[in-house]
Structure formats: structure tokens, C-alpha cells
């Protein structure tokens, strides 16, 4: 069983900062990693595939990389529609990472 | 435009059975499998099953062997997932999803919210 670990938890940063959300799989995954938001009450949104690419409509300033075990999700410049819950799934067995909450400091 | 319509809240005693629709519109049903993911209150999301479009394979996350089944139904375009022997720790939003080419998932139901309480 592949397990996926997001960190930090909880980001606590401003409007205008950069974000950035780890992702790390518990072994080799290759490039099949996947990106949400979620905002409360609401279901979650696709925003990258295939660990860096950005799915229909998402904004550029939305990016994602990595492969194998380490992924990251980089919001370049936060704006306050962007603070919400991301998660990562993986493509075994579509299970999610645990979350991480951005919040407005 | 691609829709995901699930059914009504549902509220259910311990020990019953619960059944979540999904009514899927705006493309071509058996053209995408379609997934199950739930959410606990306070809580992460946890993948459930998923249904392939023939509706002739499924497979289920370990978690819920034995108790859960995914069915569709192509003449209405339908997905459902059932799942018995409930219990407190069932209380949660049932969401479906479409798969997108085994990528993720790109369009989502609004979410159904079953409660078990006795």
C-alpha cells in the first residue's frame, strides 16, 4: 500500500505570498500525481494531472512538479479565492494525502 | 456541459443499508469510469470504489470489502453506490466523480450527506 504524506498541515501565509505544498509518496510513483482544492462545504477541484499539468481552467498561477516520491504544488501569488484545503492523490488505488489547510495569516 | 447530479440527504439507524445516486449528463456515459470518495466531518477524502463505464468491473478499497457495491445503470446515464451494515462512523458526504483518464478526477458530484444515528 502506497501511502501519500502531506506537509506542512496547515500554511499560513498573506495574499500576494508564494505557497508551497509538499507531497511525498511512500514509494515510487512515478508522475502520477494529481492536485485538489477543496473549499468548505464544496467538492473538490482538479487543479494539476500527471504531477505538473494544470487542468481546464485552472489559473497559471497554479503549478505543479516532481516524480517518483517528491511532489510539490506552487501557488506563485496567493489570492484570497486561493485559501482553502489542497490534497494530492495518487493514481494506486486513487487514495488522497491527508490535506493541507492554507489559511490567511 | 458535463453534470454530476447525486441524490438527497439520507439519514439512517445502525445496522441499515443506504444508497447514494449519481445522475451523470453532458457526455458519453460509457466513455468514463466513475469513482466514489467520501468525507467525514472535519475530515480528509477517502476513495471508496469505482465502477468502469460497461458497468461490468468494479473494484473497491479494501476498507469497505464485503460491504459495498457499485452499480450502473446505462439507460439512465446512472451511478450508485450502496453500502450496508452501517454505523456511526459511516456519518459522512458521499461524493461521485468522473475519472478522467485515469488522471483524476475532473468533474464531481455535489456531495450527498448520510447520517447514522440511532
Known amino acids: 500500500e502506497i501511502v501519500l504524506t502531506q506537509s506542512p498541515a496547515t500554511l499560513s501565509l498573506s495574499p500576494g505570498e508564494r505557497a508551497t505544498f509538499s507531497c511525498r509518496a511512500s514509494q515510487s510513483i512515478g508522475s502520477g500525481l494529481a492536485w485538489y482544492q477543496q473549499k468548505p462545504g464544496q467538492a473538490p477541484r482538479l487543479l494539476i494531472y500527471d504531477s505538473s499539468n494544470r487542468a481546464t481552467g485552472v489559473p497559471a498561477t497554479f503549478s505543479g512538479s516532481g516524480s517518483g516520491t517528491d511532489f510539490t504544488l506552487t501557488i506563485s501569488s496567493l489570492e484570497p479565492e486561493d485559501f482553502a484545503v489542497y490534497y494530492c492523490q495518487q493514481r494506486s488505488y486513487w487514495r488522497f494525502g491527508q490535506g493541507t489547510r492554507l489559511e490567511i495569516k | 456541459q458535463v453534470q454530476l447530479m447525486q441524490s438527497g440527504a439520507e439519514v439512517k439507524k445502525p445496522g441499515a443499508s443506504v444508497r447514494v445516486f449519481c445522475k451523470t449528463s453532458g457526455y458519453t456515459f460509457t466513455s468514463y469510469s466513475v469513482h466514489w470518495v467520501r468525507q467525514a466531518p472535519g475530515q480528509g477524502l477517502e476513495w471508496m470504489g469505482v465502477i468502469n463505464p460497461n458497468g461490468e468491473n468494479t473494484i473497491y478499497a479494501q476498507k469497505f470489502q464485503g460491504r459495498i457495491s457499485v452499480?450502473?445503470?446505462?439507460?439512465?446515464?446512472?451511478?450508485?453506490?450502496?453500502?450496508?451494515?452501517?454505523?456511526?462512523?459511516?456519518?459522512?458526504?458521499?461524493?461521485?466523480?468522473?475519472?478522467?483518464?485515469?488522471?483524476?478526477?475532473?468533474?464531481?458530484?455535489?456531495?450527498?450527506?448520510?447520517?447514522v444515528s440511532s
Open chain 2, 71 to 115: 452499480k450502473s445503470d446505462m439507460s439512465t446515464s446512472t451511478v450508485y453506490v450502496e453500502l450496508s451494515s452501517l454505523r456511526s462512523e459511516d456519518t459522512a458526504v458521499y461524493f461521485c466523480a468522473r475519472d478522467f483518464y485515469d488522471r483524476g478526477f475532473d468533474y464531481w458530484g455535489q456531495g450527498t450527506l448520510v447520517t
